[in-house]
């Protein structure tokens, strides 16, 4: 797709030079609506008031934030406890039905991702989280019910 001497030939001739990603473009369209009417800046205080929501629930959970120095405002990742296989959080989270991602390469196992952004709001959020504490109980990281939803909806509940 980005041959660009092969697609200007191509478009010469009314012609692509690849099959086009029909569905990717169409989806970008609407997306693109969608941030249009919602607004950029409205977009990104979204996913920022939902990012401070992940990572006060995550910090009152007593887990710790993977990067320490510029933590995103799209996703929040958070390195596994002691003891537990990030892998095996990812896997329980989506047996009840909530896609989270697990680490990549030299992360694999240590860490999970916990996305906050597009589509994403703050009942998923809420959701999430408490589905979180479960799965983490269940591993045998021991933490208090509600501890880390209660620290979110704190987030949430403010005005903006």
Known sequence: YFDFAKQ???QQKNQTAYTSA???TLGLQYVLGWIRERGLEQVFAHNQKLSAATKAAVKAMGLEL???QYPSDVLTAVQAPAGVDGQKVVAKMRERGIWIAGGQAQAKGKIFRIAHMGYIDEQD????????EAVLNNLG?????????????EILGKEA
């Open 8 to 10: 200007l030939k191509s």
């Open 141 to 153: 990281y021991q933490v208090a019910l509600g501890v880390g939803v209660k620290a979110a909806q």
């Open 66 to 68: 993977f990067s320490k």
């Open 22 to 24: 029909v569905t990717l």
């Open 125 to 132: 959020l809420i959701g999430t989280i408490g589905a979180l």
